[in-house]
């Protein structure tokens, strides 16, 4: 079981005086005062606490429950005998939370999934409750205790001060399950409860005890203590635990949770417009624009844990009922934000600086300004978590800072933009902004659909054409020149550029010099930034299909592609690592690209405009190509050696605007085919495939595997016949009407291959069955829909019959040659 890297281990003094900050333990005279009380009671007998002696006091058959829960009676004993030896400053009535001890508990959520629990066997329970609502509003409710026995002790997330984590034996097993509990529980108590900056708790194993300090930055753990051999420090986090103020548990004053006019439960936020500020205003939420629910937010504790409200200002402060009538709505985004990393208003005029020198008329400077989001407030919160290290601690990791953003516009981001006109239309608009980065020498580094957003017009009869997109989320941007090696790997996994995966570029082409640049630099670039897009608008595409097609009985080879639609987007929509699948489509292989074309084509019909993607993602491989065979490392070409050459960029002369026009125009297209269409798309998901399958008539029929492949190079062999070349390099039709040959004889072919009828065993929906150990490769081969190439185009050698562009670049002219594709049936 793995455990996070981020974890620092500490002192217990630095424990306390970095990350406890404001709290004081007791001092040496009143422990051994209290320590004779607890002794003379016989709490703590000679080397033990009498309830607590430890997992070697019992038989191994006795429940771990019985061993644990009195720990209970511990905490309840030293509290009391605090009040009496300690007098005012420790009384009864100044406790703030009460210990309870439940072994066997976890973490669950009412009413909703969540994707893991976390054991937990006892906590602090606040002396004053939060606010419950009667109706779910943006602050939902998470629970500890058992999910299946509601009778049993639980207790709301948001009612709990610490937790703790108890293991029988002393172990690197059980430490390990312990880390990774207490972590686990942290992060959703965390995700769940935005009050909270930080959380502290403490795990054992048998008697042998840590004490943890959670944050999105890391993990802080103590030096470990046996409870029986050195009661003072158990009693010293029993007094924290009790007494300790609702700011020193990690509990931020600044936000609170209150109930609106309709008994839905809310949080309202404290913000200053900007750090210097001596003014607040005060917002409310009203809907969570990110994540849509709490199960899709990230598992992780130490990330940034953003999520977006909409927002609207009121009046007083922890009064829900406070927002005035036809207040305006905003958008507010909770996040803990790098530490190194300059504020977002700060990067919006650095960028918006840099427009004024390159727009070329004030209608265009205009629109790239309307391209950023308006920020009302960016700041740190009041209460932060420590990210202090103790002196002589070295940190590999980027530490982070709770924050808050406030922009004036609500927008809705593209992984919500359900129609098609409206989210081609801004994917279209994402490529002329990009453009501009470009001119204006920056990249983003993180381009995804929830980083792009679209201001939807406020009338119902607005065209799309009202919509106005922006981009957001700068947190990763930086100025092409200023980018070196160690900038390269940025980016959400299945929009990544292959590149950015692999970290080096993928395209330089075949009998090239060795001093050229690209085989021997590299870093992030602005294609980088513009590649996500074609990643974006495949997202979309391949997890839906044409309503009309699809119709209420679907024919069987219909069915085909539409399963292997979904298995595909498995292989190309994956981790950060990439696949080669995904390497090989962008990188414009025939196979790749060819057998997508055919699928969308049955997908989506031979009119639509979708399967032309394919075509963005031909040019995308050659604009890479020609980029990657411009420039030449002088060093290296004088003879200077590898080792004494200092890292270059791709200068940025290299990477042209016709690419981003083609892909702007491509999207529009199809935009404007929804547009006059109109939606009929179907989510895949949505559909019952097997259900469907049982009312047509015919069967599918699996094909027999191939031969096992075992290196790239016989893959290509046993595919497809060309000339020479090692590179992946794109090939495309001579012309459409060759294409739409080709896909028309295609699925011709399938619909007769799939219409046979066979024995079920062999049925496609026996193929979507494999197990997990099977290889993927050989699973999506053997659910690819028939495909005939028929003539395509090898692109010449770099230099060979180039032709002036508009913009005055050159493209490769190319040549037509025959290839024979050796197809075996998919499906028959």
Known sequence: ?????????????????????????????????????????????????????????????????????????????????????????????????????????????????????????????????????????????????????????????????????????????????????????????????????????????????????????????????????????????????????????????????????????????????????????????????????????????????????????????????????????????????????????????????????????????????????????????????????????????????????VYKEVCVDLYKLEDPSVQFFALSKVAEILSWWKRIGVVHRDPSPGNFLVQLPDHEDAGIHECIVKITDLESMQFYDDLGPWDCYTGTDYYMAIEAQAGRHLFCPPDVPPSLLALNHYNHSPYNDLEPILWMALDYVTKRADGHLIGDSPSASLLASLRYQLAYRDLIFTTYTGSETRTRLMQGDPTECEMLRATLVRTYGARSP??????????????????????????????????????KRLPLKCFRSWIYQEIEKGLAAISRYYETLGSSLMRLEDLDLDALSRKCAATIQVPELAPALTTEGELAAAVVETPADTTGQATIYANEKDCQSAVHSSVAREVLETDRTVHASHSASSAMKRKAGDEVEDSIEAKRPCSVLSTIKIYAAPGENEKELSDGSKLEMVSTSRVQVNTRPAWR
């Open 1 to 405: 079981m793995a455990t996070p890297t981020n974890i620092i281990n500490v002192s217990m003094a630095d424990f306390y005086n970095i990350y406890l900050k404001g709290w004081g333990r007791i001092g040496e005279e009143s422990m051994q005062c209290l320590m004779q009380h607890l002794i003379e009671e016989e709490i703590y007998q000679q080397d033990h606490w009498r309830d607590f002696p430890g997992a070697k006091a019992y038989a191994s058959d006795v429940h771990r429950a019985h061993i644990w829960n009195p720990m209970q009676r511990v905490f309840a004993d030293v509290v009391q005998a605090a009040a009496t030896v300690l007098g005012a400053s420790s009384s009864m009535e100044k406790r703030c939370a009460t210990f309870e001890c439940a072994h066997g508990s976890e973490t669950f959520a009412e009413n909703l999934e969540i994707e893991q629990s976390f054991a937990v066997d006892g906590w602090t329970e606040l002396a004053i409750p939060s606010k419950r609502g009667k109706k779910p509003g943006c602050a939902y409710e998470m629970h500890i205790g058992d999910p299946h026995d509601r009778k049993a002790l639980w207790v709301r997330a948001a009612d709990v001060g610490i937790t703790a984590r108890w293991e029988r034996r002393g172990s690197k097993k059980t430490r390990m399950q312990n880390e990774y509990n207490t972590i686990g529980a942290a992060s959703h108590i965390l995700s769940t409860d935005r009050r909270r900056a930080f959380h502290v708790s403490i795990t054992m194993e048998d008697t042998i005890a840590r004490l943890w300090y959670h944050s999105r930055s890391f993990s802080v753990v103590s030096e470990p203590f046996d409870v029986n051999k050195c009661p003072a420090e158990l009693i010293q986090f029993i007094l924290f635990s009790t007494y300790a103020k609702d700011a020193q548990l990690g509990l931020d004053e600044h936000i609170a949770r209150v109930l609106d006019r309709e008994d839905r439960l809310q949080y309202q936020y404290v913000v200053r417009p900007n750090p210097n500020d001596h003014r607040c205003i005060i917002y409310q939420t009203v809907d969570v624009l990110a994540p849509e629910s709490p199960h899709d937010a990230s598992p992780a504790l130490h990330d940034s844990g953003v999520v977006v409200w909409c927002v609207q200002p009121a009046k007083h402060w922890k009064d829900g009922r406070s927002v005035p009538e036809g207040a305006p709505f905003h958008a507010l985004k909770d996040f803990a934000q790098l530490e190194d990393r300059p504020r977002e208003w700060e990067l919006q005029a650095k960028v918006r600086r840099a427009m004024r020198k390159v727009a070329q008329s004030p209608e265009e400077l205009r629109a790239m300004r309307m391209s950023l989001v308006t920020i009302m407030a960016d700041g740190p919160m009041a209460l932060t978590e420590q990210n202090e290290v103790p002196e002589g601690v070295d940190v590999y990791f980027k530490r982070r800072r709770r924050s808050v953003t």
């Open 610 to 647: 979708v399967p032309h993607l394919v075509d963005l993602i031909y040019a995308m491989a050659k604009a890479y190509r020609h980029a990657q065979r411009s420039a030449i490392d002088e060093e290296l070409e004088a003879g200077v050696p590898r080792e004494g050459v200092a890292h």
